[in-house]
C-alpha cells in the first residue's frame, strides 16, 4: 500500500492531468495527448513527410557532385511522391508506403533494389509499417522473393490476422497473394558485392573498383502527418553487410524500429539493429512524450543521444507529432534524410553538418 506522502503525489499528478483536458475531451472520455501539452521544442515546424537514408558518417567532399546528385534526387523522389498522396487527401499509411516504396527501388540505399549480401552471398530483408490511428501493424523479416517489402509488410497487416510473418513463410504469403516473384539477381549491385568481399577481407578484383564510392545509404524509413491529423510509420532494410544468416535487426520489429501513435508520434529508426531491440526504442520515444509529457524533440533526442549510446550503441530516427514537428537526432555523426512541408518545401540533407544532433 503506497505511503499518505506518494498517494498525495499520484493525486496531485491525477489533478494536473485532468486540468489538462478541454470539457469536450472529458465529456467524450478521452485521455490525454501527451504531446500536445508540452512546447514543441526546437525541430523542424510544418512537416508532412519525412524520410532517412541511415545514420552514419557523410563528411562533406566525401560525394562526388554525381553521387550527391543520386542522393538528393533519391530522397526528394520519395518526397515528392509522398507528398502528393498527403495534398490528395490520401492516409498517411499510403504515403509512407509510397515513399519507401520508391528508396526500396533505388539501388543507393540499404532497401530493395540496394539490400547489402548476409554473409552466403543471399538478400534477406526486413521491413515493418505501421498505422497510428489504430496501431495496426504489419512485418516481415529474412524476405528473399519481394522487390518491396514494405508492401508485403502492409499486406501482412491487412489480408492476414497476423503481425509479423518471416522467411519462406513469408515469400509464400506473398505469392499466394498476387506478389510477383522476384529472383535474387534482382537486388545484386557491384557496390554492395565489393563491400560484402571487402567484409570477408576480399578487396574487389578489379583495382580501384572502390575508388569515389562512398559507404552512404542505409536503411530506409518515412514518417507522415495526413490531414486527418493520423501519423504513420515505415522502415525496410537489407540489414548488415555480411550478417549471419537469419540475423534480424529492429528494422521489422514494431516498437524497435518503427512504431506510431496519433496520440504521440510517428518514428523510424536506424542504426546498430541489435541495441534498438533491447532499447525498445521507437516506442520509448513514444512512452516518453505520454507519460513524462515530453516534447517530440526531447523525447527522441533523449532515446537516441543518451540511451541508445548507453546500452554501448549508436543510431538515428526521424519522428514527428501530430503538430507537424520533426525531430531527427543522431547520436552517429549525420544522419541522411529529407522533409517537405506542409505547403510543398522540400529540404534534403546529407552531410553530417546538415542536421544538428539535437
Not at 141 to 159: C, D, Y
Not at 215 to 235: C, H, K, P, Q, Y
Not at 274 to 294: C, K, N, P, T, W
Amino acid at each position: 500500500m503506497p505511503s499518505p506522502k506518494r498517494s498525495l503525489l499520484i493525486s496531485a499528478g491525477l489533478v494536473a492531468l485532468v486540468a489538462g483536458l478541454s470539457g469536450s475531451q472529458l465529456a467524450a472520455g478521452a485521455t490525454a495527448v501527451p504531446g500536445e501539452a508540452p512546447p514543441p521544442g526546437p525541430g523542424v515546424r510544418g512537416v508532412v513527410l519525412a524520410v532517412h537514408g541511415g545514420a552514419g558518417s557523410l563528411p562533406r567532399g566525401s560525394l562526388t557532385p554525381e553521387q550527391e546528385r543520386a542522393y538528393r534526387d533519391g530522397l526528394t523522389k520519395a518526397l515528392r511522391t509522398g507528398y502528393e498522396l498527403v495534398k490528395d487527401g490520401k492516409p498517411a499509411l499510403d504515403a509512407v508506403e509510397r515513399a519507401v516504396n520508391v528508396l526500396e527501388d533505388d539501388p543507393n540505399f540499404n532497401a530493395g533494389k540496394g539490400a547489402v549480401f548476409n554473409t552466403d552471398a543471399e538478400h534477406e530483408l526486413d521491413a515493418s509499417i505501421m498505422n497510428g490511428k489504430d496501431r495496426r501493424s504489419g512485418a516481415v523479416a529474412g524476405v528473399h522473393h519481394t522487390k518491396n517489402p514494405i508492401s508485403l509488410a502492409r499486406l501482412v497487416m491487412e489480408k492476414s490476422p497476423h503481425v509479423f510473418m518471416a522467411g519462406k513463410g513469408a515469400d509464400d504469403f506473398a505469392l499466394r497473394n498476387g506478389v510477383p516473384f522476384t529472383p535474387q539477381d534482382y537486388f545484386w549491385t557491384q557496390r554492395r558485392w565489393d563491400q560484402l568481399m571487402a567484409a570477408k577481407g576480399n578487396p574487389p578484383a578489379a583495382a580501384g573498383a572502390k575508388a569515389g564510392r562512398s559507404e552512404a545509404g542505409g536503411t530506409v524509413g518515412a514518417i507522415a502527418l495526413d490531414g486527418e491529423r493520423g501519423i504513420a510509420a515505415a522502415t525496410s532494410t537489407g540489414g548488415l553487410t555480411n550478417k549471419q544468416v537469419g540475423r534480424v535487426g529492429d528494422s521489422p520489429v514494431v516498437g524497435a524500429g518503427t512504431y506510431a501513435d496519433n496520440r504521440t508520434v510517428a518514428v523510424s529508426c536506424t542504426g546498430t539493429g541489435e541495441v534498438f531491440i533491447r532499447g525498445v526504442a521507437a516506442h520509448d520515444i513514444s512512452a516518453l512524450m505520454e507519460y513524462a509529457r515530453m516534447p517530440v524533440t526531447k523525447a527522441a533526442a533523449t532515446v537516441v543521444n543518451q540511451k541508445i549510446p548507453a546500452l554501448g550503441a549508436t543510431g538515428g530516427a526521424i519522428a514527428l507529432d501530430a503538430r507537424g514537428t520533426l525531430a531527427a537526432p543522431h547520436s552517429t555523426k549525420g544522419i541522411i534524410n529529407g522533409y517537405v512541408t506542409r505547403d510543398g518545401e522540400i529540404k534534403t540533407r546529407l552531410y553530417d553538418d546538415e542536421t544538428p544532433p539535437e
